[in-house]
């Protein structure tokens, strides 16, 4: 596949997921109660539901919006910038707070799956941080290199 082909799709489906997420972030409340009509444990805890959902929903979509960062900086040719650095610090702090709230989900309202999410997350937010660290050297490396010449 063509870079070209790969970058527009990759673009196009974190536009999609950054914009969707919003969508379905907002639209929550009343997505919870109808699901509360066919699962009880929705309709049980609707409001920590309602807000421990909401709060993951902003999560995701923050995470999102630091990768479609990112991603401009490679289609432009210069990934090895301090704002890159600076976006996988969040998207790991971001992580570490999502398996924390998929940890007060599993008190709130438990299923068996819960526990991948949270090794998941948790993965995610140490792999992102280790990146910013290569990265920062790496920022660090290419401002070295740029000096010299």
Known sequence: MKKE???????WLMDFMFFAGIIV??????S??????YVEGF???YAEIVVIYFILGILAVLIIGELRKMFRTVVADDCFVY???VSLQRMGTYSFVIALM???RSIVYMTPAMGVVILVFIIAGLFSK?????FDKAV???DENDLTI
């Open 32 to 37: 919870i109660k109808w699901v509360g009509q």
């Open 43 to 45: 309709a049980e805890h």
């Open 83 to 85: 704002e890159n650095v």
């Open 25 to 30: 972030t907002l639209t929550l409340p009343l």
């Open 130 to 134: 280790v990146l910013s660290f290569v």
């Open 140 to 142: 660090q490396y290419k």
């Open 102 to 104: 998929a940890l007060v």
């Open 5 to 11: 082909t790969v970058t527009k799709i990759t673009k």
